[in-house]
């Protein structure tokens, strides 16, 4: 994708170290980051410096390469494995890289294991932009019908947290169509939740659709509802960090009530993911689905630009208030319009995903 016209993407291999795209400080300031060492990307993993379920994969393969290019032995091996899983324990898409890379390296003679470790990173981070890009052309055909039958007039895209190019190594999953119809010359204008705490859509979605030229308005999370309500949402089009065996989706919290919005003003609701989201080892994702609780300051706290142009983080809840902060919540296959995949736009249920990915059911 696109910032002020320059083709970016959010992770690259900068010499014998990685770069990446620090969005911790975005949409303020645009600063990128050097990382050297395995402990310098499991941090920059845990401190969601990289984030979305995606990118998070594609940097816990590049940490196995920079952890081996220090220590290439099996014990090595093993403790990148642990270090890099420990980092976010949601987003099934870090250990399903952290499986492909051990099984590039395990077998292989201890002087080769770098190299090979880089090439298959380097495999990974490819494969997400072709999945990306295959998610695009399947969920574009979506907003082609509804622009075909407004006549001209704008569709509109409800979206919640980030599922843009930020959130992958480029296009994104749920934007990936919303950037083609773009390019392609569509009517098309986002509504983009704020998404408390971290204000993900507010700091991320905002800033990379605006750099990218496409038309946008942000809204409070509390707002969808009564948009929806009053026929002003054409469909919803969210990402996921896990989606079950039989199609429930987990994201970002406060995805659940979109759609329960969605559901009951008949609104189309779809999830944009990449196969290596789904976990058939998973059935009932309220039940099984470990959910991160993460930092009382995320939500006790906002950052912002003065006006005076200062970058400040100021408190907005009282002092002793005790905080609770889930990170996803999951929703249920049967509010769920559609899966949009590489592979096609499945229905969410087992049969479908089992028979569009056979390799991994």
Known sequence: ??????????????????????QTALPHRFVTARLATLEEAARAIKSMQVRGAPLIGAAAA????????ADASDEGIE??????????????????????MLATVRNRPRAERAAAALARA????????AINQAIGRHGLKLIEDIAARKKGERVNVLTHCNAGWLATVDWGTATAPIYMAHDKGLPIHVFADETRP??????????ELGKHGVAHTVISDNTGGHLMQHGMVDLVIVGTDRVTAQGDVCNKIGT???ALAAHDNDVPFYVALPSPTIDFTVSDGVAEIPIEQRGAEEVATMTGKTADGRIETVQVVPDGSPVANYGF?????RLVTGLITERGVLKAGRAALAAAFPERA
């Not at 590049?62 to 290019?69: E, S, V």
């Not at 642990?82 to 949601?90: H, K």
């Not at 971290?198 to 800033?207: K, M, Y």
């Not at 919540?329 to 296959?333: F, G, L, N």
Request: hydrophobic share 45%; charged share 25%; proline share 4%.
């Open 1 to 22: 994708m696109k910032i002020d016209g320059k083709p970016t993407r959010t992770i690259w291999v900068e010499g014998d170290a990685v770069g990446i795209i620090d």
């Open 62 to 69: 590049y940490g196995i390469w920079l952890a081996l290019k």
């Open 79 to 100: 403790r990148a494995y642990a270090v890099l899983l420990a980092t976010r324990p949601t987003a099934i898409n870090l250990k399903w890289a952290l499986d492909e």
């Open 122 to 129: 380097n495999e990974i981070a490819e494969e997400d932009v």
């Open 198 to 207: 971290r204000n993900q859509g507010a700091s991320l979605t905002a800033w």
């Open 256 to 258: 659940y009530l979109k």
């Open 329 to 333: 919540d999951v929703t249920p296959a």
